[in-house]
């Protein structure tokens, strides 16, 4: 199925400007405007930001004395797809 995601606010890494992004399975296979004939489904994101791949640098794995992913869902809430872990300072009092 291939989604249109339109009208939005896409962020990059250097740049925000408006545009439509089209998503072909699970790649985004082009950002741009007159996408519409290509799509099975339009996704209307007026007044919205489209970010695609964000990251979530501040997540506190150690606290849970864990190694990881199983203690937090944050890739599967809303298209984080980098996490980074919080150092745990150590106590100097």
Do not use: W
């Amino acid at each position: 199925m291939n989604i249109l995601i339109k009208n939005g606010t896409i962020v990059t890494s250097v740049n925000e400007y408006k545009a439509d992004v089209l998503i072909e399975g699970e790649k985004i296979v082009a950002i741009g405007t007159g996408l519409e004939g290509r799509a099975d489904q339009v996704v209307d994101a007026s007044g919205k930001y489209v970010i695609p791949g964000g990251v979530d640098e501040h997540l506190h794995y150690n606290s849970f004395n864990s190694l990881g992913y199983e203690t937090s869902d944050a890739a599967a809430a809303g298209g984080t797809t980098t996490v980074g872990d919080f150092v745990v300072q150590p106590n100097t009092t």
